[in-house]
């Protein structure tokens, strides 16, 4: 049985085709047994179980098509391949649509219980999301029986459910985080306007190095944005045009003080303060006797014991000691990094030492931080979430009452809705989990441990992320998938167009930021660098990640999913209920087409919005969400809410990392999929199980190993690395290793364990590469003390080295490693 709850004739049908697969699998092996002496009789059964359990899934999900769905399925492929180069309709299909929805279009405010509740899917999708339920926040808080605990989690974390109010029109709210993502474009901005300006400083004959140019950049925004050199002062001003961006934001929402507060505590010219936390540690008795000295002095001076103390506390709060006054609740927020100076009145000049000057990652790290806040206090009138809170507590309240028999379990389901509510908020800050000394030895040695992982790990990253293609058929269908390919393969001029327009609303910047990539990798750390090491090991992980060449090949699949999504929404080609999932009701719909009308322009038979001269910039608003949105729910990129809690810890961050992307599939493909339940889904999941075989066997083969083309393996290596089952093949994975591979779905069909995990022992499985790491660094050591340089210290030495699987240059080294002969 392969769909719970299948009775009667579905059973049947999936057993008959099950059957029929496994009998003409075992006519073929008869004839191959005859013909191939060394072929043996466990072969072929194990062939025919394989087979039978692959028609068995196939014909599960063939069950919950209807004829009518199938048949669509059949013809769009067909179609496609036959008229691959035709134009689309869409045109056509736009002209058809009445010019708009009611204005009076039902709000998310408006929204019921059963409007905020997830499509079930059938028997198959509930089941899904109910197992999921325990693994993440989000899904978790979209079983809660709070309507304001469901809708704030909609408001606060990006998803890809579809809710039964969708179909009535009424529009899932844009998340906070979507909107957080779309500043991206402002970090992207500041990376290269100083790229392009350090190489014309350069061509100059300018001498210094990339990052001493971009802290010459820094000083001079400090100072009035001047600057002896003409190439650095023209960076400074450029510079100076996204920090008022971001400044006008945060004034605008009361988070930072009017320009003339900002000047009177002692910066000429406003440049976000991250301070050298090690610096400051290592050197703690100066800089406390500097504060102290300036606070002593002039017409405002203090005490001198009240400045001591005030310095005390100045410099704990920097270094985020705990204090005793700082008494946490479920109604504060801790500070995150530039956040932390606001109130420091002593001029940036006498700090400077203490202060980081790198224009890049101190306007990147204060892009982050100011974003969530902004958006925060935008979305829900603050950024603690104060009022949604307590509107959750009254609601639990009235609950309680009306259900005395189910207080308890009431009062444990509100407990957990105010614990996953302030996660996500948290997370979305990035101070979620962070060490009450985020300095400490053990937190930053965790960090650097990260990393380490990072660059010696992941450099067959990019062939892992080959399945990346098919979502794009499960989510927008053949036929648009290959239009949308052909126009990236031709750079047509549509192409152009919609790629240089998809830049500007956040898509298609992994290139310069490898936002996606740091995401998989866990690398996201709200804490400060302090040593010049741990600043040493971000340089490389960047270089790391441009050698991966996985921006590229995320730009690429993000790009084109989003000319689709692009033109479906301003085409009119999309059905009201995928609109109203992206935040997009009928009244939005009607005003975004009214918008394209007046500034559009098709090319090729691409809608092209040019939203930037659109009369109405809220309409853009709404429009470059809904795109990038959809486009982080196709190419699978990790959320707030797609990740267990315990994840965030500075433990849960090493035993977790390299499986954020497990379960964050699992939530945006697997349980969206099934609650759309279209044939393209189904025939993507397909398609993306073959390409994990694929991606299995290219491995393989630049391991120089012999690929295992038995259908079995193949089916069971597709389905591990489209990630399509999210972490129950991590779990499975786990138990084989665990076992030797005597439990698990390589012991049912006789293979063996799963190539992913073939290279990690059981600690490396069971606790994640940190300790894995360390196991072979012990290794090493021990070999190295006892004069053992054998094979397979010379291999685990070689896995210590960064890049050193890189994909393009791995099977190079893999000729001479003597552990991979």
Request: glycine share 10%.
């Amino acid at each position: 049985m392969f769909i719970p709850g299948a009775q009667g004739g579905v059973a049947s049908r999936i057993a008959s085709q099950a059957a029929i697969g496994a009998s003409s699998t075992a006519l073929s092996e008869v004839v191959l047994n005859n013909q191939q002496i060394t072929r043996s009789y466990g072969d072929g059964l194990s062939h025919i179980a394989a087979t039978g359990l692959l028609s068995g899934v196939f014909a599960s999900a063939g069950a919950m098509l209807t004829p009518a769905t199938k048949n669509a399925a059949t013809r769009e492929v067909a179609d496609a391949l036959d008229n691959i180069s035709v134009r689309s309709a869409t045109d056509v299909a736009a002209a058809s649509l009445t010019d708009g929805g009611s204005v009076g279009a039902a709000r998310i405010s408006e929204a019921t219980l059963e409007d905020l509740t997830p499509v079930a899917g059938g028997a198959v999708g509930k089941l899904a999301r109910r197992a999921g339920s325990y693994l993440t926040p989000i899904t978790r808080l979209m079983e809660s029986p709070s309507k304001t605990a469901r809708r704030t989690a909609l408001e606060l974390a990006e998803n890809n459910f579809t809710l039964e109010g969708n179909a009535r029109g009424i529009e899932t709210p844009v998340a906070a985080e979507t909107r957080v993502r779309g500043w991206r474009r402002e970090e992207a901005a500041v990376v290269v306007a100083n790229k392009q300006a350090y190489t014309k400083y350069k061509a100059d004959g300018g001498y210094l190095s990339p990052a001493q140019f971009r802290e010459e950049v820094g000083n001079a925004m400090r100072s009035g944005d001047v600057h002896a050199n003409p190439v650095v002062q023209e960076a400074a001003q450029a510079m100076r045009t996204v920090v008022n961006r971001v400044k006008i934001e945060q004034q605008r929402m009361g988070l930072l003080p009017p320009d003339e507060e900002l000047k009177a505590i002692g910066q000429e010219s406003y440049f976000p303060r991250v301070y050298k936390v090690g610096k400051i540690v290592g050197e703690r008795d100066k800089f406390r006797d500097m504060l102290v000295d300036w606070w002593s002095r002039g017409e405002k001076s203090m005490p001198r014991e009240e400045a001591e103390i005030t310095a005390d506390v100045t410099i704990n709060k920097i270094v985020g000691a705990k204090i005793p006054q700082d008494f946490a609740n479920v109604f504060m927020v801790k500070s995150a990094g530039s956040t932390k100076g606001r109130t420091l009145n002593v001029p940036d000049r006498l700090m400077k030492d203490y202060l980081e000057s790198d224009a890049n990652y101190v306007l990147q790290r204060h892009i982050r931080e100011a974003s969530a806040e902004v958006e925060l206090t935008r979305t829900f009138g603050s950024k603690t979430l104060e009022k949604q809170l307590k509107d959750i507590q009254d609601e639990y309240d009235s609950l309680m009452r009306s259900n005395p028999k189910d207080q308890a379990k009431l009062a444990k389901a509100r407990d957990n809705d105010i614990r996953d509510i302030t996660a996500l908020r948290d997370r979305l800050v990035g101070t979620f989990g962070m060490s009450d000394d985020p300095s400490s030895f053990f937190v930053r040695a965790g960090a650097f441990l990260r990393r380490a992982n990072y660059v010696t790990k992941l450099g067959g990253m990019t062939v892992s992320a080959i399945p990346d293609v098919a979502r794009g058929v499960m989510v927008n269908g053949f036929q648009k998938i290959t239009r949308g390919y052909g126009a990236m393969i031709t750079q047509s001029p549509a192409w152009v167009a919609s790629k240089a327009e998809q830049k500007k609303m956040a898509v298609g910047l992994e290139t310069i930021l490898h936002t996606r990539a740091r995401t998989m990798g866990d690398l996201v750390d709200s804490s400060a660098r302090t040593t010049a090491v741990e600043a040493g090991m971000e340089r490389v992980t960047d270089v790391f990640g441009k050698l991966t060449m996985m921006g590229r090949f995320d730009d690429m699949n993000k790009t084109v999913n989003g000319m689709i999504t692009s033109d479906g929404i301003l085409s009119g080609a999309f059905a009201g209920r995928r609109l109203a999932k992206l935040g997009i009701n009928d009244n939005m719909a009607a005003r975004i087409r009214g918008e394209f009308q007046k500034h559009g322009e098709v090319i090729d038979g691409w809608h092209i919005g040019n939203f930037e001269k659109w009369d109405d910039q809220y309409v853009a608003g709404v429009f470059q969400s809904a795109v990038l949105k959809d486009v982080n729910n196709t190419i699978i990129t990790p959320g707030i809410g797609d990740t267990p809690l315990w994840a965030s810890t500075p433990l849960g961050k090493t035993v977790f990392q390299f499986k954020s992307f497990t379960t964050a599939s699992y939530n945006r493909a697997t349980l969206g999929g099934l609650q759309e339940g279209s044939a393209q889904f189904y025939y993507g999941t397909a398609f993306q199980i073959g390409l994990g075989a694929l991606t299995y066997a290219l491995k393989e083969s630049a391991k120089g190993r012999e690929v295992d083309w038995s259908p079995q393996k193949m089916v069971i290596e597709g389905i591990d690395r489209s990630g399509i089952l999210g972490p129950l093949m991590e779990y499975n994975n786990m138990a084989e290793k665990a076992t030797g591979g005597m439990v698990g779905l390589g012991a049912l069909l006789g293979t063996s364990t799963q190539s992913r995990y073939a290279s990690r022992g059981f600690i490396g499985s069971a606790l994640g590469p940190t300790f894995g790491l360390l196991d072979t660094v012990t290794d090493v050591t021990a070999g190295v003390l006892n004069g053992d340089a054998g094979d397979r210290i010379i291999h685990n030495v070689r896995t210590l080295l960064p890049g050193n699987n890189l994909f393009w240059i791995a099977p190079i080294i893999n000729q001479v490693d003597p552990g991979m002969r």
